[in-house]
């Protein structure tokens, strides 16, 4: 149990206060990288998806081609000035990584999806520096997308705003506050999971009071998180979501027979193009390392694994984590599961199987939210000012509804749910 040397979050760019999130906006990016800030910044008034037919899509068509043209135009810049500042890293991603979908997601169908080799080059390589795909994540659009309203206040939901809006929707800035509630949320999680990390010179007695407390906490915080998540029903609009927001989102992998090709860079088709999913969010798999769940259906446990469960993604949640910084990927490489603790101490046992079934609940809440959001509207005819929106759409591939990933969304969100139930330890 002892360990020799002290876990602490900060090593892994985690912030005791805001978690996964920076404890600051990301700053500008510095000459020369200031053309790409311009081009990122224009692509917000005058681009539309391709299959936006709106009258207002239509108005921005011709502005849309010469934004483009002006990316296939724009130099290639080294990295190297960026390299010293991890900030700087995580900036050139998020603007880098949203001009391609910018560009992708608004070429005509006609035209292959070829990302400008000055997008490309520079985007591969900061992806490396930062050992995470080079793609929209969800780190781009939630944890490094956002200004203070009040520089002077801490960061909370009340206090941010986020900047880059794909769809200029409320439905999309309201996921993206939604996600940030949740990782905020999160924070009190952290804190548990690196109290347990550095649990050291305690007695039996001791530990099983500070684990007990803590599992115990952590059943109140999940049961929260599953609260925020539902709340979204209010603030983020169904249809809007499915047919505006989220194509913007999708990578390569979601329309095989339109790869994305990364000019100047060998090897597109190898790399992780899977695009933006709230199941790279590293709050949630922290939650999951620290209970055990066994997604990979690698341990026996009861019920056996369905039919289903079996058939289902079973390295999906391993392949999120390739979407994630990569310090964050350390973080979660590092931290340890209390199961072990809890299975040695029968009075642990209820308090952990709370905290499995809270999380249990919450993942039966958030397949709901994906029959609402996703499964429903993938069959469904779409509402009159998104019929000419759906034609066509990436989002819209024949067979069972796919996630941004492109995993079949139902099966592997119940896989997900059972193999959450499975953790739950015997009480006698
Ligand atoms: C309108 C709200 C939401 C919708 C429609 C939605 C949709 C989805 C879909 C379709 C997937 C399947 C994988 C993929 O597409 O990449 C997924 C997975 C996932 N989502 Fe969500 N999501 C929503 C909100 C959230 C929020 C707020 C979180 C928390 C940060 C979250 C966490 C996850 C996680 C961790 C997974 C991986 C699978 C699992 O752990 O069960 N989702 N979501």
């Not at 009075?347 to 079934?357: E, Q, T």
């Amino acid at each position: 149990m002892v360990r020799p040397v002290r876990f602490s979050p900060r090593d892994y760019d985690v912030d005791p206060r805001t978690g996964f999130f920076p404890s600051e906006p990301l700053p500008r990016l510095p000459e020369p990288y200031e053309a790409w800030e311009d081009t990122f910044e224009a692509a917000r008034s005058v681009v539309t998806l391709r299959t936006d037919e709106s009258e207002d899509a239509v108005r921005k068509r011709a502005q849309g081609e010469r934004w483009r043209e002006s990316v296939r135009r724009m130099a290639v810049q080294t990295t190297g000035k960026l390299r010293g500042d991890i900030r700087w890293l995580q900036r050139a991603h998020m603007v880098l990584a949203s001009i391609m979908h910018f560009y992708v997601h608004s070429l005509p169908a006609t035209e292959p999806n070829v990302i400008p080799k000055a997008v490309a080059i520079p985007l591969v390589d900061v992806s490396k520096a930062l050992a995470m795909a080079p793609v929209l994540t969800f780190a781009d659009t939630v944890l490094w997308n956002w200004e203070f309203i009040d520089p002077t206040k801490p960061l909370s939901v009340d206090n941010m705003r986020y900047v880059n809006n794909f769809s200029g929707t409320e439905a999309e800035n309201n996921f993206y506050l939604s996600s940030a509630a949740v990782e905020l949320k999160g924070v009190e999680m952290l804190e548990i999971f690196e109290r347990f990390m550095n649990l050291r010179h305690v007695t039996e007695a001791r530990l099983v009071e500070i684990i007990g407390g803590d599992l115990t906490r952590l059943s109140k915080t999940v049961g929260e998180l599953t609260k925020i998540l539902n709340s979204m029903k209010e603030s983020v609009d169904p249809p809007t979501f499915y047919f505006s927001v989220r194509p913007w989102w999708a990578g390569s992998t979601s329309d095989p027979s339109r790869p994305w090709v990364m000019e100047g860079v060998s090897g597109s088709s190898a790399m992780d193009l899977g695009g933006a999913s709230a199941g790279q969010s590293s709050v949630m798999h922290a939650l999951d390392i620290f209970l055990d769940i066994d997604h990979k259906l690698q341990t026996k446990r009861v019920p056996a694994p369905t039919p289903n469960n079996r058939q289902a993604d079973r390295g999906f949640m391993e392949r999120m984590r390739r979407y994630m910084p990569g310090l964050h990927r350390e973080y979660l490489e590092h931290l340890r599961s209390v199961r072990e603790v809890v299975s040695q101490h029968p009075s642990l046992k209820g308090p952990y199987n709370d905290a499995v079934m809270a999380l249990k609940c919450l993942r039966d809440d958030h397949i709901k939210i994906v029959a609402l959001y996703v499964v429903t509207k993938s069959n469904a005819t779409p509402p009159p000012q998104f019929r000419k929106l759906s034609e066509g759409d990436v989002a819209r591939p024949a067979g069972p509804a796919r996630g941004t990933g492109g995993s079949e969304v139902s099966t592997l969100l119940k896989a997900g749910r059972d193999a959450t139930q499975r953790a739950l330890l015997k009480e006698n």
